[in-house]
């Protein structure tokens, strides 16, 4: 037993001395600058490498050769043509959140960057990719939390990016990326998901079969697309969620039972949506959350009125005004 002991503790300082000796080989600050010419380190308040303007591959391997050891909170490349990012580059550099904006390339990487497993943010922004975003390629960055993509042509969402995007993403953002369809089930995996915004994108259709269940993130935006209706059930088992964002469709019907076990819901966007604000809104109006936007359009009395200024006796009267139009105008064609 004592032999156990002894072994375990040997085992245990051997580990401590292992992490110890890898945390202190990582070099504080910025190296020298000649050694990250073309590209710019900034040491404040984070340590921030800038690349812009590159046009060959090598330029970025030499800069990177030059930084072994160090790390690097942000990398950002920007303005830069190049045929892809080598993923040997990040060997001896330990990176932590990779930017691109304005880059056009064949493809993101050579291959998929083995080198890149302490990425917890990649954001790519109006950055060409001639074939197009390649999934696979991500199947490394297994601790990526944050991935937002603008600017970019992404057709479809399905199995193709639910199968290699890791499993732990929590905020997943696509903006403006053409975006017509996500297939069911696709991010049913992706329990993590705090944030979920895929705006000014082409989508007509919503289904609760797209999202795990329960749900439990906290923020939904889908504006700025062409969304016509909501599903009875889209909402539903989503407990934690604060904010949804349906901006700029053209929606005219909110159902209740889409929202049903929704008791968190403090911002409501559905700004510039056709809504028709009769009882079937009711359910909005009892339950306002704490910032509800957005206007009516029918019926006309309502028309232009904003949906927070709305009372259920208006609505309940002008139900009944409207039943009462529609009883005389039977009873007068029967008569007649």
Known sequence: MKIFLLKL???SLLITVTLASLNSSKKKGCPEPIDTRPCTCYN???????????????????????SSGYEYKEVHIKYSVLQYLPYDIFEKVHVYALYLKNVTLIQLFDKPPTFLQDVDTLHIESTK?????????????????VLNIYYNNIKSLGSDFSEHATKELQQLSFYETGTKTIKPGTFRDFVNLDKLAIDHC????????????????RYLYFNYNQLTSIPDNLF????????????SNNIVVLPESAFFGVTKLQFFQLDDNPITCDCRLAWLIRNKPSAVSG?????SKFKGKDIKD???????????????????????KFRT
Do not use: Y
Not at 295 to 299: G, H, L
């Open 310 to 332: 709305i009372d259920l006796l208006s609505i309940f009267n002008e139900e009944l005004i409207t039943l009462r139009r529609t009883i005389l105008v039977a009873i007068s």
């Open 44 to 66: 404040s308040p984070k340590t921030v490498l800038e690349c812009q303007h590159i046009e060959e591959s090598e330029i970025l391997r030499n800069v990177f050769r030059n």
């Open 129 to 145: 990719l001639l074939r197009g975003v390649i999934w696979k390629l991500l199947e490394p960055l297994t601790h990526l939390r």
């Open 236 to 247: 539903t088992n989503m407990p934690n969620l604060q904010t949804i964002g349906l901006r």
């Open 295 to 299: 206007k009516c359009n029918m019926p």
């Open 9 to 11: 503790t040997v085992i």
């Open 202 to 217: 082409k989508i007509t259709t919503l289904s609760r079969d797209m999202f795990p269940v329960p749900f439990n993130a």
